[in-house]
């Protein structure tokens, strides 16, 4: 009888150990807590994304205040669409503000940066971001360096 | 005629192999709602397989953490990205090192008792006596051993992977002093839920059923004399390993 339990408190020690580690794993060392929470979405339309990504993090001063959530193209603006996921933190975004797609480091992953605008009303669900800027393409700078640096030679 | 049999006989009898293997996955996986139905033998065996691996997949994932967190800090402080260190580990153990190297430690800890215990019951024809009694052997014997095998693997992955992160830290931070937040923050930004966590567990599920269903037929189909039970768990341990690592090679050539 003795042995029974001990082995029925084992087994139950080792699933309850194991299922902690499951939920350790998956809450504490993913991002998975950046999606849950509070948030409504907004969108940004923009002329070229480049190597953004969905799960990209939204920044504000460098803090992460979102993530990308969609990226598509849009067929009646003739434009990449973005959605963003932003926090409920941070509901106090002015309407005009700038979002750009930037890049973290040299090589680093692209990401969005806001810099917020002066307007009294704030982004809410469903609202458009107006002032946006494409991402940087290093490849269409330096075509435009060597044209522009070719024409001035001569 | 006899001369093109001679020729297809071995591909015949691969085949065969073949659908002897499936038609066992098959039974075990049908029976294994019976074997929920009898919770006490579940639970037995989830222990024999599971509570009894713990300290070597404990120990094991604690050291490869240890491990991987000394070789990338030598490596990345070249370019000066210790910055990177926890989610470059965190990474490995969850999409790949994890699961493979559970899987490893498992075949060898539980898979070769599980076909040295079927193949001597074969041997002492209590599988036969089960037969003559009316009682399935399948039902009776391999579906909560298989059941217990399929739950098992996930959970000592996540425990090996869990002891690993925990070797990181004791590396990153206790030793060569890293900064708790960048270390917790590259990690909390490089691994992604769906496509690093969902995808390890998926591959750990899928390595305990191929594990457990290599171990059981080879035990439950073992030659009946003391070699051949032999035999059976060393064919276990071999096959289970090569299994699992082309079944990881092609797992994540599917996923990433």
């Known amino acids: 009888m003795r042995s029974i339990r001990t082995l029925e408190v084992t087994t139950g020690l080792f699933v309850l150990l194991g299922v902690a580690a499951l939920f350790y794993l998956a809450t504490q060392t993913t991002n998975y807590r950046s999606y849950g929470g509070r948030s409504y979405q907004v969108r940004a339309f923009f002329n070229n994304v480049g190597g953004l990504h969905v799960g990209a993090p939204v920044r504000m001063g460098g803090v992460t205040v979102g993530r990308v959530t969609r990226i598509h193209y849009s067929m009646t603006r003739y434009q990449a669409e973005v959605d963003l996921l932003i926090s409920d933190h941070y509901d106090k975004i002015p309407a005009d503000s700038t979002a750009a797609i930037l890049t973290q480091g040299v090589l680093g992953e692209q990401y969005i940066g806001l810099s917020p605008g002066g307007a009294p009303t704030f982004l809410h669900k469903g609202s458009t971001i107006h002032f946006t800027q494409s991402a940087i393409i290093l490849e269409n700078l330096l075509g435009q360096l060597l044209t522009h640096g070719s024409h001035s030679g001569k | 005629m006899k001369r093109f049999y001679a020729l297809i006989q071995p591909f015949l009898e691969f085949c065969g192999a073949l659908g002897r293997r499936l038609h066992?996955?098959?039974?075990?996986?049908?029976?294994?709602?019976?074997?929920?139905?009898?919770?006490?033998?579940?639970?037995?065996?989830?222990?024999?397989?599971?509570?009894?691996?713990?300290?070597?997949?404990?120990?094991?994932?604690?050291?490869?953490?240890?491990?991987?967190?000394?070789?990338?800090?030598?490596?990345?402080?070249?370019?000066?990205?210790?910055?990177?260190?926890?989610?470059?580990?965190?990474?490995?153990?969850?999409?790949?090192?994890?699961?493979?190297?559970?899987?490893?430690?498992?075949?060898?800890?539980?898979?070769?008792?599980?076909?040295?215990?079927?193949?001597?019951?074969?041997?002492?024809?209590?599988?036969?006596?089960?037969?003559?009694?009316?009682?399935?052997?399948?039902?009776?014997?391999?579906?909560?051993?298989?059941?217990?095998?399929?739950?098992?693997?996930?959970?000592?992955?996540?425990?090996?992977?869990?002891?690993?992160?925990?070797?990181?830290?004791?590396?990153?931070?206790?030793?060569?002093?890293?900064?708790?937040?960048?270390?917790?923050?590259?990690?909390?930004?490089?691994?992604?839920?769906?496509?690093?966590?969902?995808?390890?567990?998926?591959?750990?599920?899928?390595?305990?059923?191929?594990?457990?269903?290599?171990?059981?037929?080879?035990g439950y189909h073992a030659r009946p004399t003391a070699e051949g039970v032999g035999q059976a768990t060393t064919r276990s341990v071999v096959i289970s390993s090569m299994a699992i690592l082309a079944l990881d090679f092609l797992l994540t050539s599917f996923m990433y």
């Open chain 2, 24 to 218: 066992f996955l098959v039974t075990s996986l049908v029976l294994v709602p019976s074997a929920l139905a009898r919770p006490r033998q579940f639970i037995e065996q989830l222990f024999y397989v599971g509570s009894v691996s713990f300290i070597l997949i404990a120990v094991g994932g604690l050291f490869v953490g240890l491990v991987l967190a000394l070789q990338f800090y030598t490596a990345l402080s070249r370019f000066g990205a210790t910055s990177s260190l926890g989610g470059l580990v965190t990474l490995a153990l969850l999409r790949e090192l994890g699961p493979v190297l559970t899987a490893l430690l498992f075949a060898g800890r539980a898979g070769t008792s599980l076909a040295s215990e079927l193949g001597l019951m074969r041997a002492t024809r209590q599988i036969d006596a089960m037969e003559v009694m009316a009682v399935d052997p399948m039902r009776r014997v391999v579906a909560p051993r298989f059941l217990a095998g399929i739950l098992a693997m996930p959970l000592l992955a996540a425990i090996f992977s869990a002891m690993g992160v925990l070797g990181a830290y004791l590396i990153g931070i206790k030793m060569m002093g890293l900064d708790p937040g960048v270390f917790w923050s590259s990690m909390r930004h490089e691994v992604r839920f769906h496509s690093d966590f969902v995808n390890g567990m998926i591959k750990s599920l899928i390595f305990g059923v191929a594990c457990s269903l290599i171990s059981l037929y080879e």
